[in-house]
């Protein structure tokens, strides 16, 4: 997911990764200071199990990534990927936008 494009299956990871409100919250935490799992797993009322499974879900999206320090996993946040789909969203509300535009323009003719 590295390339400038992305693929199909690369969008439907992001989103899907982005679908669940503590996935959501981790990248949130992640993206100003890296944090360790332990950490991340302080936060939430599930087992550290759980968070390494969304870290994972996460990951493969590549929101975030892992990096090992001793013997902790720490996780970063990556900003790209993220304005990356910013600009995705973007690009739909404008074509919205442009539509209701011209929704209302035929409606003002009539």
């Given at each position: 997911?590295?390339?400038?494009?992305?693929?199909?299956?690369?969008?439907?990871?992001?989103?899907?990764?982005l679908?669940?409100?503590?996935?959501?919250?981790?990248?949130?935490?992640?993206?100003?200071?890296?944090?360790?799992?332990?950490?991340?797993?302080?936060?939430?009322?599930m087992?550290?199990?759980?968070v390494?499974?969304?870290?994972?879900?996460l990951?493969?999206?590549?929101?975030?990534r892992?990096?090992?320090r001793?013997r902790?996993?720490?996780?970063h946040?990556e900003?790209?990927?993220l304005?990356?789909?910013?600009?995705?969203?973007?690009?739909?509300?404008q074509?919205?936008?442009?539509?209701?535009?011209?929704?209302?323009?035929?409606?003002?003719?009539?």
């Open positions: 997911m590295v390339a400038d494009r992305l693929t199909d299956e690369d969008w439907d990871r992001l989103f899907h990764a679908a669940d409100s503590t996935r959501r919250d981790i990248v949130v935490q992640v993206l100003h200071e890296g944090q360790s799992i332990s950490t991340l797993a302080g936060r939430y009322a087992s550290f199990a759980a390494q499974k969304h870290v994972a879900v990951e493969r999206a590549g929101l975030v892992k990096e090992k001793g902790e996993q720490h996780v946040g900003p790209v990927v304005s990356r789909a910013t600009r995705l969203l973007e690009s739909y509300a074509l919205w936008r442009h539509r209701a535009q011209s929704i209302d323009a035929l409606l003002e003719e009539t």
